[in-house]
């Protein structure tokens, strides 16, 4: 009896451990959840079969509250905050280039715009994209339709587009 209660015990523990550690630790859902299940399972199963239907539920009811107290736990505790990421990230990207520019001015490709890649208008390089995602060769004129928050909307030079 000693020693069913032992197996018992044992596999109800790993089993909320490994659940626990797929949850806090390890990114979605995989050997670690799938093992731990199983052996949550294999102890409630064990103690229905070896203990009796009484020490079965009860050992149902106890890994429940276990697994759920161990989540509790670990949400209140200080110890995830020690492997949480905690950095702040103040860098934002320049957009400074794309403020010299204005609807109209005429640029060429140094890329193939494919539909994105990079324009050069004057001394200013920015990435372009295609107004209409048809691919827009290297060296060839292009034209500012309008500037975007990240690139610069443009057109082939020797064709029409209306906006």
């Given at each position: 009896?000693?020693?069913?209660?032992?197996?018992?015990?044992?596999?109800?523990?790993?089993?909320?451990?490994?659940?626990?550690?797929?949850?806090?630790?390890?990114?979605?859902?995989?050997?670690?959840?799938?093992?731990?299940?199983?052996?949550?399972?294999?102890?409630?199963?064990?103690?229905?079969?070896?203990?009796?239907?009484?020490?079965?539920?009860?050992?149902?009811?106890?890994?429940?509250?276990?697994?759920?107290?161990?989540?509790?736990?670990?949400?209140?505790?200080?110890?995830?905050?020690?492997?949480?990421?905690?950095?702040?990230?103040?860098?934002?990207?320049?957009?400074?280039?794309?403020?010299?520019?204005?609807?109209?001015?005429?640029?060429?490709?140094?890329?193939?715009?494919?539909?994105?890649?990079?324009?050069?208008?004057?001394?200013?390089?920015?990435?372009?994209?295609?107004?209409?995602?048809?691919?827009?060769?290297?060296?060839?004129?292009?034209?500012?339709?309008?500037?975007?928050s990240f690139n610069v909307i443009v057109?082939?030079?020797?064709?029409?587009?209306?906006?």
């Amino acid at each position: 009896m000693t020693f069913n209660l032992a197996i018992v015990a044992a596999l109800i523990f790993l089993g909320v451990l490994l659940i626990l550690i797929e949850i806090f630790l390890l990114p979605g859902f995989g050997i670690a959840g799938i093992g731990g299940i199983a052996f949550m399972g294999g102890g409630v199963f064990f103690a229905y079969s070896y203990i009796g239907a009484t020490a079965g539920t009860i050992t149902l009811l106890l890994s429940l509250l276990l697994l759920g107290g161990g989540f509790a736990w670990l949400i209140k505790s200080k110890s995830l905050s020690k492997i949480a990421l905690t950095a702040d990230i103040a860098e934002t990207v320049d957009k400074s280039e794309l403020k010299k520019l204005a609807k109209g001015d005429i640029g060429t490709t140094i890329s193939r715009l494919n539909p994105i890649g990079k324009v050069m208008f004057g001394e200013v390089i920015v990435e372009g994209k295609s107004f209409s995602g048809e691919l827009i060769d290297e060296d060839t004129e292009v034209e500012v339709l309008y500037v975007d928050s990240f690139n610069v909307i443009v057109k082939s030079k020797n064709k029409e587009t209306t906006l």
